[in-house]
T-cell receptor
Framework: AQSVTQLDSQVPVFEEAPVELRCNYS??????LFWYVQYPNQGLQLLLK??????LVKGINGFEAEFNKSQTSFHLRKPSVHISDTAEYFC?????????????FGKGTKLTVNP | KAGVTQTPRYLIKTRGQQVTLSCSPI?????VSWYQQTPGQGLQFLFE???????NKGNFPGRFSGRQFSNSRSEMNVSTLELGDSALYLC???????????????FGEGSRLTVL
């Protein structure tokens, strides 16, 4: 069964600093990986996804992630964060069950960007 | 294009009552998924409906149920509410389902349920 582990529950950083949010997955089959962001009092929004092809995936708002099959990781990075990036970030893997897909989410990482 | 709409946004119930939450998907989307979000358990999959049929189900007790109408709107119901049902319930729609290669999930803002 596929599962997702987000190694840090909270990550505080200063504005304009780089950030990396870590995600590891477990799966015995091909995987499709995602990062979603949730701003306060809002639903989730897709940041980026890896389905196949290039292992470096670029998303919205300057975020990117690298799929590393040997380390079963899909870490999210941004070279310079803004106050507006303060949010909770969820890593997810797509799992096929009962003939259809569903997303299995990690427990989330709260990113706080301080001035 | 209007996004996913969930109603009500906030509600308070007492133990033993039941609640019905509504979700209107993006126009043209046939799949609706429901998730429960709590601080302790994170996001947990409840069920997915596609063309009025439940296609996938998570590990929740039978008190949690749902349905989908011919216009793709969906409702979920929780009966005999318990304190632990307090959570943000998120609905997500997609064209074909799942959120993976078959289609991106678009989330609503959620219905926050508090059980006293």
């Amino acid at each position: 069964a596929q599962s997702v582990t987000q190694l840090d529950s909270q990550v505080p950083v200063f504005e304009e600093a780089p950030v990396e949010l870590r995600c590891n997955y477990s799966s015995s089959v091909s995987v499709y990986l995602f990062w979603y962001v949730q701003y306060p009092n809002q639903g989730l929004q897709l940041l980026l996804k890896y389905l196949s092809g290039s292992t470096l995936v670029k998303g919205i708002n300057g975020f990117e992630a690298e799929f590393n099959k040997s380390q079963t990781s899909f870490h999210l990075r941004k070279p310079s964060v803004h106050i507006s990036d303060t949010a909770e970030y969820f890593c997810a893997v797509s799992r096929v069950q009962g003939g259809s897909e569903k997303l299995v989410f990690g427990k989330g990482t709260k990113l706080t960007v301080n001035p | 294009k209007a996004g996913v709409t969930q109603t009500p946004r906030y509600l308070i119930k007492t133990r033993g009552q039941q609640v019905t939450l509504s979700c209107s998907p993006i126009s043209g989307h046939r799949s609706v998924s429901w998730y429960q979000q709590t601080p302790g358990q994170g996001l947990q999959f409840l069920f997915e409906y596609f063309s009025e049929t439940q296609r996938n189900k998570g590990n929740f007790p039978g008190r949690f149920s749902g349905r989908q109408f011919s216009n793709s709107r969906s409702e979920m119901n929780v009966s005999t509410l318990e304190l632990g049902d307090s959570a943000l319930y998120l609905c997500a729609s997609s064209l074909e389902g799942g959120g993976g290669p078959t289609g991106e999930l678009f989330f609503g803002e959620g219905s926050r349920l508090t059980v006293l």
